[in-house]
Structures are given as C-alpha cells and as structure tokens.
C-alpha cells in the first residue's frame, strides 16, 4: 500500500526514520513535507492509499483528488482539520491517535503558566502557582494530563466535563465542577483543552470572560477558534488583570500586544512539538494504518 505522510510542520527525523523501519518492505512511504500550497497536497494524494498528516488541511478537494485513498490518520489529537463528511460520503476512515502526544501538550500548558504568572520573566515580582486554584477544562488526555502535573506543584485542582463520570476526576484528586461558570468563576488559572467542534466554537465568550476572578491566568492549547477573540479583547481591557497564555496565536494577535505581559501567544503551535510526542503520534499513525490494511481494526475510527 502507498503511504503518504503529509505534514506541513514536519516530524522530527527521528519519528520519520522511525516510520521508514516500520514499513520496510510491506508498504511504501510517501514523505511530503514543508509543502506550501493546498495544491501540493493534492497532487501528492492522486494514488495513495493511506494519508498521516499534522493539522494539515484534509479539505473537500484533497479527498476528490484522492481516488484511492482508503483511510487518514491524523497523528495527534484534535481532527477539526479533516473534512470528514466528505470522507464519510467516500467511505474512507478517518482515525485519531488519542493521548500519544498529550504529556507534551500538558507540559507546556503548565510552561505558559509559569511564564505569565511571573510577567514574561520581566523584572518584578510574580506569584507561583502552589497553593493556587486551577480549574480544567475538560477531562480528556490532555486535561488529565495537566492534572496530574499541577498537583505535583501543590495545586488545588478541579475540572469540568459533562462526558467524564465524577469518579474518574475525584479517583484522580481533582475536584468535579457543575457548570462552565463554577469552572470559569471560581478559579485563578484555567486550562482550557477542549476541542474546536461546533458547539464549542466561540464558546469561551462574553458571558464566560465577564465572570472571571481579577486576576485570573487563561491559558489555552487547544485551538485559537474556540475563543470569541472580540469579547476576550473587551474582558482585558475591562478586567485588568486577565492574563491570556495561548499556543495558537489569535487572529487578534496585533491587538492583544497592547496588554504587554499580560499576554503571550507561540508564533507556531508549540503544543506536540517534542522529540517524544512526535516519535509517539507518528508512530501509533502507521500502526493504526497497517492494522487497518491487515486485520480491518477501526478503534480509533472519529467519522461514521
Ligand atoms: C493536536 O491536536 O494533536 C495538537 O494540537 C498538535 O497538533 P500538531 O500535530 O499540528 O502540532
């Protein structure tokens, strides 16, 4: 089978040499990377079989273009990059690989933390974050994962997330909250990681960001569209002492400069890019794939 792994934000050389020992003869691996246009992808899909990509854009056109392909793996966690209605209409598999690069997520949310909470290491006094209440919002790997770390610094952890049972989050020390508002309200640092499907877009908004402490920490490694950029604008100016921590940088990027310390966006995403997340992900993405071709496995399967 042809195998392309696609990624616009390349692998790092190890997780690549890692592949190429993992397909030997079987298969053949396709390496597309640093392409820039949408073009490129599409000539690159014409007769493969299988697709690994990033947060490569796995648009309408690249699956027509695709008339083999069989089934895509995005080597991480969040899939809004795939069109999946047109690969369901074309019955081509779409999978994830849930929590392989989750650890390296979790630890730069707690890096962001740390690097607001002492103003961007400008001089003068910061605080730390023992002893603070963090609130998570949502409970999945990535979530868990900051969990765990945070009480290792001597937090008082709580989290919201409608799809976890109570158990799991009390099993783990950390205190199950009601409601969006509990979470967004009562806490001095939030960590937001939930996905950008439809009914989270722009749902960190006015009626979320009015409600915050004084001097809360946002910090979001999930996806910039999740937040409504225009409230968030107006909460910082109203609330002066919001701090917003993003790994993706908002499309208000230039106006979130005038909030100085209190405001730090990494210019690429940041979150998976470790040695470790990128040798896990790609990795378990040709695993998935040729357990697919071999025994039909599907469990990690996102799309009907
Ligand atoms: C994910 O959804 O897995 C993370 O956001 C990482 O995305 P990336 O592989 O494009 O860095």
Known sequence: MKILLATQKPFSSVAVNQLKELVKAKHELILLEKYREQSDLENAVKDVDALIVRSDKVTAEVVNAAANLKIVVRAGAGYDNVDLQ????????????????????????MGLMIFLARNTFLPG???????KKLGIHAYGNVGKSVAGIAKGFGMEVSAFDPFVDDSVMIGDGVTPLKSVNELYSGNDIISINIPAISSTIKSINRDILDNLKENVILINTARKE???EVDLLNAMRRNTGIKYG?????DCHEKMKEFGARYFATPKKMGAETE????????AALNQIIDFFETGNERFRVNK
Request: net charge negative.
């Open 125 to 131: 006094t910061g605080s730390e974050l023992k002893g």
């Open 246 to 250: 993003a790994d993706v940088m908002p």
């Open 226 to 228: 999740i937040i409504d």
């Open 276 to 283: 470790e997340a990128n040798v896990n992900a790609a990795v």
């Open 86 to 109: 047109s690969c369901s209409d074309r019955k081509i598999v779409v999978m994830n690989t849930p929590g392989q690069n989750s650890n390296a997520v979790a630890e730069l949310s």
